[in-house]
Nanobody
Framework: VQLQASGGGLVQAGASLRLSCAASGGTLSTYTVAWFRQVPGKEHEFVAV????????YYADSARGRCTISRDIAKNTVYLQMNSLKPEDTAVYSC??????????????????WGQGTQVTVSS
């Protein structure tokens, strides 16, 4: 499965962005799909996930209430809607797909398909 992340950009604090994770070579709805973000010198930070079983969604505390992860099965795409962006949200955002157990869904090591990342920069 190849993942293509897009939708990042340079925005002001308070703005919104919708990131897309489009898949090819496989059916994304058969995978748990997560968004992670990373800043230079740090490890991947979990943002949000939608599970393959039941389509349940989970969020990092920093994302809950401001972000929504969703699937478009027909488009083989997962989205991350981000609202009320803050400067501390600045990072490279990557999507990842896998079939982890529920207790591991926030762990980047359990995902085996990754998109290339899209830069989100939020100015104050």
């Amino acid at each position: 499965v190849q993942l293509q992340a897009s939708g990042g950009g340079l925005v002001q604090a308070g703005a919104s962005l919708r990131l897309s994770c489009a898949a090819s070579g496989g059916t994304l709805s058969t995978y748990t799909v997560a968004w992670f973000r990373q800043v230079p010198g740090k490890e991947h930070e979990f943002v949000a996930v939608v599970t393959v079983s039941g389509g349940r969604t989970y969020y990092a505390d920093s994302a809950r209430g401001r972000c929504t992860i969703s699937r478009d099965i027909a488009k083989n795409t997962v989205y991350l809607q981000m609202n009320s962006l803050k400067p501390e949200d600045t990072a490279v955002y990557s999507c990842a797909a896998g079939r982890p157990i529920l207790s591991a869904i926030r762990n980047s090591d359990v995902y085996y398909y990754w998109g290339q990342g899209t830069q989100v920069t939020v100015s104050s």
